[in-house]
């Protein structure tokens, strides 16, 4: 207790204040241990430089934290140190309400998830006093949370398109930006005719250095008219291509079902088209970019694989005389 009054007294002199009011998800992936945050806001730059991933704190490997509505980053740095310390994201929150730097908790709104031994552990709160419509999710993996809001209807869309996006996390999370994706969805927006002002959507796998995710997309402010969750999309699409979110990063009308995935390095690419006019050609890739297995065989448009692979991420990309057809995410345990 004498440390966490320690870690409160120094948190006194380094914060700042801003009204911060948003929806967001914090959210993690227990297959692959990534953890993962995504949100958006009608405040952005110039107000807020970075715009609102500023509420955003990623520590890769152990949890999520999102600490908004009237945003204090001396609260925000408290509860960072609270999961570095091992703490589960209840007694978090529950150490938030109790030690707010202005002893005033009933304006905040916190979201924290966190990965303890290989299960994920979800907390949340609403203060009272926030703006409305203001209020929370919670589920196995995820938090949801927002105020200022044009109803519940934004926070359920959020939890239905990310309960039912297949792939990876991050396009996971982008699915679930897409379904608040409402004029006046933060009902300051609304004369402005966007959900929002400012965006962002960050991921870190187990391993990244805290300074360096894996995935650290932001769109801190849009020209007039333009909804940053359109602008963060593309930037999600040009850096990954999610599959599921509503937009395909192709064109070609080839579909591919990949069966199993997470895997023991036995798969099965499914290629769902009535005739294939040109060369097919599978590529899978480790993390780092580098091809650990090649393939153009194509059987009863189906191409196998019975391969010995490390157990970890992988990459595969599957092209039509070099044009892309599909690419994604393959887990190898």
């Known amino acids: 207790m004498k440390n966490l009054l320690l870690l409160l007294i120094v948190n006194l002199f380094i914060y700042s204040v801003h009204s911060q009011d948003t929806f967001s998800i914090c959210a993690i992936d227990t297959v692959t241990g990534e953890v993962g945050s995504a949100g958006a806001s009608c405040i952005g730059a110039p107000q807020i430089p970075q715009g609102c991933s500023i509420l955003s704190d990623v520590l890769p490997g152990i949890g999520v934290i999102h600490t908004q509505a009237y945003y204090l980053a001396g609260n925000q740095?408290?509860?960072?140190?609270?999961?570095?310390?091992?703490?589960?994201?209840?007694?978090?929150?529950?150490?938030?309400v109790a030690?707010?730097?202005?002893?005033?908790p009933t304006i905040r709104q916190y979201g924290v998830v966190d990965l303890y031994e290989g299960s994920a552990r979800c907390a949340a709160f609403t203060g009272i006093n926030c703006d409305d419509y203001k209020n929370h999710i919670t589920g196995p993996n995820y938090t949801i949370q927002g105020n200022i809001l044009l109803g519940q209807q934004i926070l359920d869309s959020m939890e239905t398109r990310f309960l039912n996006s297949e792939g990876e996390l991050a396009c996971r999370l982008m699915a679930a930006l897409q379904g608040a994706k409402v004029i006046?969805?933060?009902t300051r927006c609304m004369d402005d005719g966007v959900s929002s002002l400012s965006a962002f959507l960050r991921v870190a796998q187990p391993n990244d250095p805290v300074n360096d995710l894996y995935l650290d997309l932001n769109v801190p402010s849009t020209p007039d008219g333009v909804?940053?969750?359109d602008s963060l999309q593309v930037l999600v699409d040009e850096w990954m291509g999610c599959?599921?979110?509503?937009?395909?990063?192709?064109?070609?009308?080839?579909?591919?079902v990949v069966f199993p995935n997470p895997s023991n390095g036995k798969i099965i690419f499914e290629l769902h088209e009535k005739s294939i006019k040109g060369k097919i050609l599978l590529n899978i890739f480790n993390p780092g970019g580098q091809v650990v297995y090649q393939s153009s065989e194509v059987k009863a448009n189906k191409m196998f694989v019975?391969?010995?692979f490390r157990?970890?991420?992988?990459y595969y990309k599957i092209t039509e005389e070099n044009q892309i057809i599909t690419f994604g995410k393959l887990i190898i345990r």
């Open 306 to 308: 019975n391969e010995k």
């Open 77 to 96: 740095n408290y509860a960072r140190q609270l999961m570095e310390m091992g703490l589960p994201p209840q007694q978090i929150v529950d150490s938030l």
């Open 243 to 256: 599959f599921y979110t509503g937009v395909q990063s192709n064109t070609n009308p080839t579909s591919v």
């Open 184 to 186: 006046g969805a933060d």
């Open 227 to 229: 909804d940053p969750i």
């Open 99 to 104: 030690n707010d730097v202005q002893n005033n």
């Open 311 to 314: 157990p970890g991420i992988y």
